[in-house]
């Protein structure tokens, strides 16, 4: 992904890493939760840091394939 930063990959990371976890929704509240570092973070602040990534990372490439949902 030629626009990633590396808050997408933590963001990527976060979403991998949850994908699996029925007990914890995946709801942008609950992986900005994740990604915030400093106990001074502001929710808030966190989910407008991780909305650009989210649909960064939910956009479709070019490449084959890559009808796939995030979902699925």
Avoid: H
Avoid at 25 to 42: E, F, K, S, W, Y
Wanted: hydrophobic content about 40%; glycine content about 2%; cysteine-free.
């Amino acid at each position: 992904m030629p626009d990633a930063t590396e808050f997408t990959a933590s963001v990527a990371e976060v979403l991998f890493l949850i994908r699996e976890l029925e007990y914890i929704p995946r709801t942008i509240d609950n992986v900005a939760r994740l990604t915030i570092q400093d106990v001074d973070d502001d929710l808030s602040n966190a989910i407008e840091r991780v909305r650009p990534e989210l649909e960064r990372l939910m956009k479709p490439s070019l490449s084959p394939g890559s009808g796939r949902s995030m979902s699925s």
